[in-house]
């Protein structure tokens, strides 16, 4: 049996008449990057909802190291090992970079219930984050206001963030969006080393990065997953090439 | 050292040297009013908690505050006709001992901020000031119909409640009472904002959805902020009836409430010291303008409408600037 990581049986949900996911199974396995790819309205968002657990399936389960996570909330299945990164920075804009660092570092620790001593005074939650700033290359910001930061920064604090909490598997919306050529290329650079780490599904618009990255890549389409494969399978796959990829490909 | 650490520094010397200014120009009511300054800055840094850090809109605070007086007040009439508070299935008797009355009223305005909270924080923005809102017109009006305890007249207290060691009936002592609490709450908030929670607390107001991704709820940070946040105005409430010897429904009303929010927002939202600066400004304006017309809510209004919309900090933000960030 192929070890999976991360994995959904069959997932629908419907808003109304429209069937936003019909009968989604996707895996992750240990060591991939899993590209989704898909045209506005597809459906990336309300997988990964379903997926992070903002969302509840009409039907079907995602599995989190083959546990059914299904009904756990969304805080429950990041202590579960599930790290995400949002497609719009959520980060305490009020806070320096260090304190959202530390938020992550403290939520995986699970224990936010103290009220007297300094939370950047614990030795351990700090090195934890400063860990995390050093690889994404935030070290020399850590004072800075998180509103002070450059969108390019702001987009290495959210995977910084992710990274404290050690995950077992990463989702990342959509992390080059709005990224230049030059930061878009550095990411991509260091996502390739993480997923040695944890696998990363990956939600991406940038079809440099994602063809260069992904050890596989989903198709998402009007709800439903046309083709799952290798990113030479999936270049060649005419229903792809005619949903999606069109002229570009 | 920031200028509002010394904005802070001097506000709390300033409080401090009120005995002394006031026996100096002999005017022993000053004492008083610095009291009734402390004692509401007190209800203020509650609500600080609750609205500054964690960005909950309550418009019922007065809740806590008309809990921790009837805490008192309940306490303190069965102890001075010595009645008992009651006979089955256990003896329960009124007191007049102080430490015992704000114990009371911590543990019933804990239980009462829990319940509220739980049902209150499903919903967010004007709803929940509407339902924070309606908790404080049910308790107003249960404590204008509850004719044990004075009903609308409410209760007259006649002697201070007693502090080990302490003559409470001397100005200065329970000024000096008031004030160490005060100190304990403010120096208990700074490090609270701080902690692990506060950052927590903090983020949650920001960005909830950040919060639950990195494995926490928050939900329930804002509820034990909620509590906390009760918990220091109820026992405000206690120290105010004590102050006036007198408890009665309208500190309860939604009126009060409005008012620990006008304290709040005009100190500064979320800052330290805002509560006391705001608190301070508050009962100097109630005073000095009251005594030139009974119209000086007018006063008070424009004053509030400026710093909405040219201080967003409220005093605080005014006199020292935008929140340093600390390492």
Known sequence: MTETILATYGITKSFGALKASNDISIDLRPGEIHAIIGPNGAGKSTLIGQICGSLAPDAGRVELMGQDVTTLSTDQRARAGLGRTFQISALAMEDTVLENATLGAMGASGRPWRFWSAALGDRSLRARAEAALERVGLADHKTKRCADLSHGQRRQLEVAVALTLEPKAFVMDEPMAGLGAEGSKNLTGFLDSLRQEAPILLVEHDMDAVFALADRISVLVYGEVIATGSVDQIRSDPRVREAYLGESA | ?327
Request: hydrophobic fraction near 55%.
């Open chain 2, 1 to 327: 050292m920031s200028r509002e650490t010394l904005f802070n520094a001097a506000l709390l010397l300033g409080l401090i040297a009120v005995p002394a200014w006031a026996v100096m120009t002999d005017e022993p009511f000053t004492i008083t009013l610095a009291t009734r300054a402390v004692i509401l800055a007190l209800a203020a840094a509650g609500l600080n908690i609750a609205l500054g850090i964690g960005g909950l809109v309550s418009l019922g605070h007065a809740v806590f505050f008309g809990i921790g007086g009837y805490a008192m007040g309940i306490l303190a009439h069965h102890a001075q006709s010595y009645t008992p508070l009651m006979e089955w299935p256990f003896l329960i008797e009124g007191t007049k001992f102080m430490p015992l009355i704000w114990l009371l009223a911590i543990v019933v305005s804990a239980l009462v901020a829990l319940v509220i909270g739980i049902l209150s924080l499903r919903t967010t923005g004007a709803y929940f000031i509407m339902i924070t809102l309606a908790f404080g017109q049910m308790f107003y009006y249960f404590a204008i119909s509850w004719s044990t305890y004075g009903g609308e007249d409410g209760m007259s207290i006649y002697v201070r409640n007693d502090f080990p060691g302490l003559n409470t009936l001397a100005p200065i002592q329970f000024y000096g009472l008031c004030l160490a609490i005060l100190v304990v709450v403010l120096v208990f908030s700074a490090r609270l904002r701080r902690s692990p929670f506060g950052l927590a607390l903090n983020a949650a107001r920001q960005v909830p959805a950040r919060v639950e991704a990195v494995g926490m709820d928050p939900m329930r940070l804002k509820l034990v902020a909620f509590v906390i946040s009760g918990v220091i105005t109820g026992l405000a409430g206690a120290l105010f009836a004590d102050l006036n010897r007198f408890v009665s429904p309208t500190m309860f009303s939604w009126q009060f409430s409005g008012e620990i929010m006008i304290l709040v927002i005009l100190g500064g939202v979320g800052r330290l010291f805002g509560p006391v600066a705001g608190a301070v400004t508050f009962v100097a304006l109630e005073h000095f303008l009251g005594g030139i017309t009974e119209f000086w809510h007018i006063f008070l209004g424009l004053i509030l409408l400026a710093v909405v919309l040219f201080a967003r900090g409220g005093i605080t933000g005014l006199v020292a600037g935008k929140e340093a960030t600390h390492d």
